[in-house]
């Protein structure tokens, strides 16, 4: 490729990336969004609880708890397998509990929160926060998407005076250290108000809140020569964003491309919409009874498969490389990682991964390794949850990420690109 186009590439892919991460300080939002990109480019969507009438070559999309989203595009020939993308649409954060406000000293108002997800709790401090997720509300008003887009909280930190031992390490209490302060004692709104404001109806119509903190701060680009990217919830909607853009430009011809974005993967994935539930399989095996297919053709579909669980891998980090695995060591701007464990925590073996390399040739883009150290214990991510029950050959991949579940998370320019041009060659398009 050109290197007067790479650069425009990755300067507009990495712009749009930050985009969809403002648009997208929760889950519920991120799938909203990936939803109206698919309605712009004809995907229609479907209700679980109706029948679905399929068309070969036809787009299609659903969604499961307004959290989680698979979306299709059927070939236009004979349907011989399916070409799947799992993602998650979740990032730790903080939950705000029911019964939110918490008065303190006659002076403040406090918020009640509880962790989501494993933080990095220090990052949180003294950021200006506000609060986006959804709403249920009473009667007929169904459920309500809710972002609040200002500043609207912070988590104070205790001045170095009060704590002289603070850069010796500090062990943070949610329940104590880390509550945003959201106004005045003698505030005219509470918590509650706030949102009923926000959304439009009264408070005493909302009978139910799933309702998160996120970080104000936007993506930004950095380094010398702009090679590194800043932004809240690189890990995972940086794949999200990715296998869209891949859903968007993919021609199938044989196989059915699949991009699933998955909820509650921070947590688990044990829920109705995570990626241990039954929500892929549902869906597939909708599509070939659709089709006309029995179940036991269904089953040779799945025979035919792939996936790729895409999901963010740690990079080697400058301070301390020595946390890192003595031969695979991915670095920022390097390609992407296509991740190992000998405990299956990662779905990848010898022929997954040769697979994705081929890929990767055919993208014209570099990939590395990622092993954990031997003495470290890692995370567990989607691909081997949903292969229980979907089992198909799959491969586990990422961007090199530094500060992974930190509220402010970096990558590499360039690594966004060639996600994006690996997916799309996934999927069909031209790879270079």
Same mark, same amino acid.
């Given at each position: ?16 990336? =930050?985009?969809? $991460?403002? @648009?997208?300080?929760? !889950? ?16 229609? @969507? ?25 979306? =299709? ?19 730790? !954060? ?87 302060? =959201? ?13 009923? %404001? ?7 119509d909302i009978l139910g809140t799933d309702? =998160? ?16 990217? !800043? ?13 869209? @853009? ?42 070939s009874e659709a089709l006309g297919m ?41 390609? $992407? ?38 003495? $470290? ?15 198909? %050959? ?5 961007? %090199? ?20 041009r690996a997916m799309e060659c996934f999927?069909?398009?031209? !790879? $270079?």
């Open positions: 490729m050109d290197e007067n186009k790479s650069g425009k590439r990755v300067t507009e892919q990495v712009e749009k990336l =930050f985009a969809f $991460i403002k @648009q997208s300080p929760t !889950c519920y939002q991120a799938v909203e969004n990936v939803g109206r990109e698919l309605e712009a480019s004809g995907y229609r @969507q479907l209700e679980e609880k109706v029948e679905w009438e399929l068309k070969p070559g036809g787009k299609y999309y659903v969604t499961r708890n307004g959290s989680s989203l698979i979306a =299709f595009r059927l070939p236009a020939k004979e349907l011989k397998g399916f070409r799947m993308i799992a993602s998650h649409s979740d990032s730790p !954060c903080f939950k705000v509990k029911e019964n939110a406000d918490m008065p303190a000293e006659n002076a403040y108002v406090r918020l009640n929160v509880e962790k989501y997800g494993g933080m990095i709790l220090s990052t949180w401090l003294d950021r200006p926060l506000s609060v986006a997720g959804r709403i249920a509300l009473a009667g007929n008003g169904g459920v309500r998407n809710v972002m609040i887009d200002k500043d609207l909280l912070l988590i104070p930190n205790v001045a170095i005076h009060m704590n002289r031992d603070m850069n010796k390490g500090v062990e943070y209490n949610v329940q104590t250290d880390m509550l945003p302060l =959201f106004t005045g004692e003698h505030g005219e709104k509470t918590f509650l108000d706030l949102i009923a %404001a926000q959304t439009g109806v009264g408070t005493e309702l =998160f903190l996120y970080n104000r701060e936007e993506g930004r680009v950095f380094g010398a020569d702009g090679e590194f990217a !800043c932004a809240p919830r690189l890990d995972d909607l940086a794949c999200v964003y990715a296998s869209l @853009q891949a859903m968007l430009h993919g021609m199938p011809e044989e196989y059915a491309n699949v991009t699933a974005v998955f909820d509650n993967e921070e947590v688990g994935s044990t829920t109705k919409q995570g990626a241990a539930s039954t929500f892929l399989q549902d869906v597939l095996v909708r599509i029995t179940g036991s053709g269904y089953r040779r579909l799945l025979a035919g498969s792939f996936m790729i669980s895409a999901d963010n891998a740690h990079a080697v980090h400058p301070n301390h490389p020595e946390k890192a695995d003595p031969t695979n060591r991915p670095y920022l701007n390097q390609g $992407i990682v296509i991740k190992y464990h000998g405990g299956q925590k990662y779905t990848t073996d010898a022929v997954s991964a040769a697979y994705i390399k081929e890929i990767c040739r055919q993208a014209g883009v570099p990939w590395q390794t990622y092993a954990n150290r031997s003495d $470290i214990a890692g995370g567990s991510t989607l691909g081997n949850l949903s292969a229980a029950l979907v089992p198909v %050959a799959a491969a586990d991949i990422g961007l %090199a990420q530094l500060a992974m579940h930190s509220a402010y998370e970096t990558i590499g320019t360039k690594d966004m690109d060639y996600m994006v999927f069909g398009a031209p !790879c $270079i």
